[in-house]
């Protein structure tokens, strides 16, 4: 196998992202939140000031506030089934157990399904984190730059 062409076509495949990209989540109304491109981290998660769980046909939902821009007082409530609860452990060893949701993110020319943790980030940097299995098959990262994908591309 030819390992040169091989890595090539990885490249062709995969878009190249910056380690912090803005990013949208059309299915939860979200059409623009700045992300960071965390590979230390597995699973993609989201910041929300507020969060309800209820159901909906039977199913478990979450209800939820996000705050797309850092600086801004604007909110955007999303509703998304719960797919799953995930103990995680963040960047200081603490675990804590997280409501999962899929949804679709949108990134430069694609948009894809992925899985992600709602929390509280109030005090981190980023409202949200593109984990590893998001990235996956999509995105190739170059940690020096930043934003070299456009939504309106």
């Known amino acids: 196998m030819d390992t040169q062409k091989s ?19 059309p299915e939860l109304g979200v059409s623009r939140i700045k ?20 159901e909906r046909d039977g199913k478990p939902w979450l209800r939820f506030t996000v705050q797309p821009q850092q600086d ?34 949108t990134m430069g020319k694609r948009t894809w399904p992925v899985e992600m943790t709602i929390t509280n980030r109030e005090r981190m ?12 098959n999509q995105l190739l990262i170059c940690p020096e730059d930043s934003f070299l994908l456009s939504l309106e591309d």
């Open 7 to 25: 890595s090539q076509n990885q490249v062709e495949d995969h878009q190249i992202a910056g380690w912090r990209e803005w990013v949208a989540l």
């Open 72 to 105: 801004s007082d604007d909110t955007q409530v999303c509703e998304a089934p719960i797919i799953d609860e995930r103990t995680v452990r963040d960047s200081g060893g603490h675990e804590q157990l997280r409501p999962v949701v899929l949804t679709s993110l």
């Open 125 to 136: 940097k980023f409202r949200m984190l593109v984990g590893r299995t998001a990235m996956e």
């Open 35 to 54: 992300a960071k491109m965390d590979t230390g981290a597995r699973t993609s998660c989201i910041h929300a000031i507020a969060s309800e769980r209820f």
